[in-house]
Antibody
Framework: QVQLQESGPGLVKPSQTLSLTCTVS??????????YTWVRQPAGKGLEWIGR???????DYNPSLKSRVTISVDTSKNQFFLRLSSVTAVDTAVYYC??????????WGQGTVVTVSS | QSVLTQPPSVSGAPGQRVTISCIGS?????????VHWYQQFPGTAPKLLIY???NRPSGVPDRFSGSKSATSASLVISGLQPEDEADYHC??????????FGTGTMVSVL
């Protein structure tokens, strides 16, 4: 069965760039039905949508993060990526990747904790 | 800053019916976008519970049901079970903000 798994550094220094990878296993990332997204959740708080990517490479971002976010995809590796620049402590959160079907996030990765600290 | 408003917590005794509201606006739920619900246990990822306002994915017990009306939506747990103690999040699309989530509701079983 299809699974998603986030990976990347757990600690990022302020002002640097956070980079995460989501690997899709158990099936091809390429599909006319699905696209993919990133969501984050600060400790004790709610979920925040970061952005989405189609397997064509087309993207959309949360307007509040748009100036700092880049999401991309590598279909040959069955992976998609998140880059968030100029991070500060408020970017400390659990970051999730997820698959999207008809605007519902139907499959999630387990999440990865990213802490922004010097 | 969440666009969709949920009560911070609801509680009930085993077997009782509890309802979680999700209040939006004319730019999201009121614009006709579907509402989805997720269940999240501490330290784990959210899990899709209801999609397209009323539909349950395979494996979700039928005591969970969803509805949508005007600019709001509701999740009902009929016959609350101890294993239902978790956080619940509503989710929709907003014409101004993209995908938006609710503030989240903690369900406690007394």
């Amino acid at each position: 069965q299809v699974q998603l798994q986030e990976s990347g550094p757990g600690l990022v220094k302020p002002s640097q760039t956070l980079s995460l990878t989501c690997t899709v296993s158990g099936g091809s990332i390429v599909s006319s039905s699905y696209f993919y997204t990133w969501v984050r959740q600060p400790a004790g708080k709610g979920l925040e949508w970061i952005g989405r990517v189609y397997t064509s490479g087309s993207t959309d971002y949360n307007p509040s993060l748009k100036s700092r976010v880049t999401i991309s995809v590598d279909t040959s590796k069955n992976q998609f990526f998140l880059r968030l620049s100029s991070v500060t402590a408020v970017d400390t959160a659990v970051y999730y990747c997820a698959r999207v079907l008809h605007r519902a996030f139907d499959l999630w990765g387990q999440g990865t904790v990213v802490t922004v600290s010097s | 800053q969440s666009v969709l408003t949920q009560p911070p917590s609801v509680s009930g005794a085993p077997g009782q019916r509890v309802t979680i509201s999700c209040i939006g606006s004319s730019s999201n739920i009121g614009a006709g976008y579907d509402v989805h619900w997720y269940q999240q246990f501490p330290g784990t990822a959210p899990k899709l519970l209801i999609y397209g306002n009323t539909n349950r994915p395979s494996g979700v017990p039928d005591r969970f049901s969803g509805s949508k009306s005007a600019t709001s939506a509701s999740l009902v747990i009929s016959g609350l079970q101890p294993e239902d103690e978790a956080d619940y999040h509503c989710h929709s699309y907003d014409t101004l903000s993209g995908y938006v989530f609710g503030t989240g509701t903690m369900v406690s079983v007394l």
